[in-house]
């Protein structure tokens, strides 16, 4: 349902997303998870039609949205993370000009407008200016407008930001009711968001993506298995061999370093034992040189610890509000 | 319809906000001050002219009234026509609802062609208030309608030169403020411009004279219509929205 291709995207000389490229399927809630500044809402904008990319391709439905931007947005709702609406519009006439703007036919205006109203369950507040509204409704006047044109793809940046907990609760099952036969795509910096609501995780940090799974996939990787990595100048064979042999390793695999043609070994180790001291020891011991041994997969834990760090998981979602 | 839609909610924000209600009420205070000064003036020239019938050559009403006042309304719409456009785009962008409508499946043009025209409309509304004062002259005495009619042709263009103008200008702020001085700045330039004309000379002064927007105006207010400034005021203000168009598509690329 959307496919993005080494997306790449620069304001002035800076980059805010690098090399991006990812897919989702249709029916699927899929968390896009990063910390601020990472490059979340640049995607999300750019998947929307709203900004062009400096290079890369995105294809929503088929379509390019750049180059078939209509396409794409006929096919597509969208909620920026400020939820901008018109202060000065009532509620109903608001959706009404918004399905009026997105096409959908006069005989069945009425009928939509009513159908979203209710779904988001904004229909107590329909006669009400946008601007008297409390953070919540206006939340749910932003989705509301994001899914009246029936589209099959949404896109959410942030849609629980600024919440207290019982709208945040709110919020997301109502997120959770819109999927089905539509592609969701909501971007948090909320972990346990992640894990309550989106079947995949997209995970980016500083522009890059650097992780795309299951919430329980990644999760297993971060806690159950660490992972080292060292390079070694030796028998390639010989070095396998006896990296294997070293009690408590899982698994050793090659890889062969395109640059300098030297070989590392990414060595999958038992659950939550530290195995850099033996593996340095085999090596040494064997007389051949170790020019490199770190723990692979910082990146992932890095942004992990950063996530988990910045919000308190789970019990307490009043600690989600506002920035970290 | 797109254009209708962004057209309908436009004008309806015009008239939801004290804009619309605070530009006609000034408006229509101060052109009925002008009708009631001109025509007093009028008044005493007639007496005069009755003592001396050499002076009622040529004196009408349409040549006395009308055509000074329409004059005097084009200089109050330099004033007040920056604050029709100010918000159209500057506001959308502050608030980021902007960003919302681009995302729509709606294309550029049909964005600005539907501010363009809600602009215009309420344009169109502050030009009925003098045509107000008319027709009460009307009750007084003959009236040349062809030649009033032409001359509000030259408004209308004139005023679509400000809402061009008007609506770039817009489009490159998102503070209405500056949008509005800007377009009063761009305009009086466009207004005076020609006063450079005679030192400038030549070709240059040429070029300078026909740039000024107020000069193409004398002759629709005096009741021709000139296809070279009928010409003039459609290509300023179709190059206007065109830059606008730019200025729009500008910010989208910088984010």
């Not at chain 1, 509204?133 to 407008?145: C, D, F, K, M, P």
Request: charged share 20%; net charge neutral.
């Amino acid at each position: 349902m959307i496919e993005v291709e080494n997306l790449t995207r620069f304001y002035g000389p800076t980059a805010a997303i690098q090399d991006v490229s990812f897919r989702v399927d249709q029916g699927q809630i899929v968390g896009f998870l990063g910390p601020n500044g990472a490059g979340k809402t640049t995607t999300l904008r750019i998947l929307s039609g709203y900004l062009p990319a400096t290079s890369g391709t995105a294809r929503v439905a088929g379509f390019d949205v750049f180059k078939e931007s209509l396409a794409v947005r006929r096919r597509l709702g969208y909620l920026p993370e400020n939820v901008p609406l018109y202060p000065e519009m009532r509620v109903r006439t608001y959706l009404d000009f918004v399905a009026e703007v997105k096409g959908v036919p006069r005989q069945e205006r009425q009928r939509r407008v009513a159908a979203a109203m209710e779904r988001c369950r904004v229909d107590d507040v329909a006669n009400h200016l946008i601007g008297s509204l409390s953070r919540g409704y206006r939340q749910r006047v932003g989705i509301a407008q994001a899914i009246l044109h029936d589209p099959e793809v949404i896109l959410l940046d942030e849609p629980t930001v600024g919440l207290d907990p019982k709208q945040i609760i709110e919020i997301r099952q109502l997120i959770t009711e819109l999927a089905g036969q539509r592609t969701v795509i909501l971007s948090t910096h909320i972990l346990p968001e992640v894990e309550m609501v989106c079947q995949r995780v997209i995970i980016i940090n500083q522009g890059k993506i650097v992780a795309v799974d299951t919430p329980e996939n990644l999760k297993a990787k971060i806690r159950t298995s660490a992972r080292v990595l060292l390079q070694v100048d030796g028998p390639a064979v010989a070095v396998r061999d006896h990296l294997e042999r070293v009690p408590g390793v899982l698994r050793v695999e090659e890889r062969p370093e395109r640059a300098d043609g030297r070989i590392r070994y990414l060595v999958e180790c038992a659950p939550d034992r530290d195995l850099r001291r033996d593996l340095a020891a085999v090596v040494v011991r064997q007389g051949w040189g170790l020019s490199e041994l770190r723990p692979a997969d910082v990146m992932l834990e890095e942004v992990f610890i950063r996530l988990v760090t910045e919000e308190s998981p789970h019990e307490q979602p009043a600690g989600q509000e506002g920035e970290p | 319809m797109n254009v209708l839609a962004i057209f309908k909610r436009e004008v309806r924000t015009y008239f939801t906000s004290p804009i619309a209600y605070a530009l006609l009420t000034i408006f229509a205070v101060i052109c009925g001050f002008m009708f009631t000064s001109i025509l007093a003036q009028f008044q005493r020239a007639s007496f005069q002219s009755a003592m001396n019938p050499a002076m009622a050559q040529g004196m009408n009403a349409t040549e006395w009234v009308v055509r000074p006042l329409l004059r005097n309304v084009a200089v109050i719409l330099l004033f007040l026509m920056p604050i029709v456009t100010m918000r159209l785009f500057a506001e959308e962008r502050k608030t980021g609802t902007l960003e919302l409508l681009f995302t729509f499946p709606i294309r550029d043009v049909e964005l600005l062609a539907g501010k363009f025209l809600a602009a215009l409309a309420i344009f169109l509304v502050m030009l009925a208030l003098p045509l107000v004062n008319i027709l009460m002259l009307a009750g007084l005495g003959p009236l040349e309608w062809p030649a009033i009619g032409v001359a509000f042709a030259g408004l209308m263009l004139l005023g679509m030169t400000f809402l061009a103008i008007g609506l770039f200008c817009s489009a490159l702020t998102e503070n209405q403020i500056v949008a509005a001085v800007l377009t009063f700045g761009a305009a009086l330039l466009f207004w005076i411009i020609d006063w450079s004309a005679d030192g400038a000379g030549g070709t240059l002064g040429q070029v300078l004279s026909h740039l000024s927007i107020i000069r193409h105006f004398d002759s629709f207010q005096r009741g021709v219509i000139e296809s070279k400034d009928l010409i003039f005021y459609l290509n300023f203000t179709i190059f206007g929205l065109f830059l606008t168009m730019r200025a729009v598509e500008s910010h989208r690329w910088k984010g």
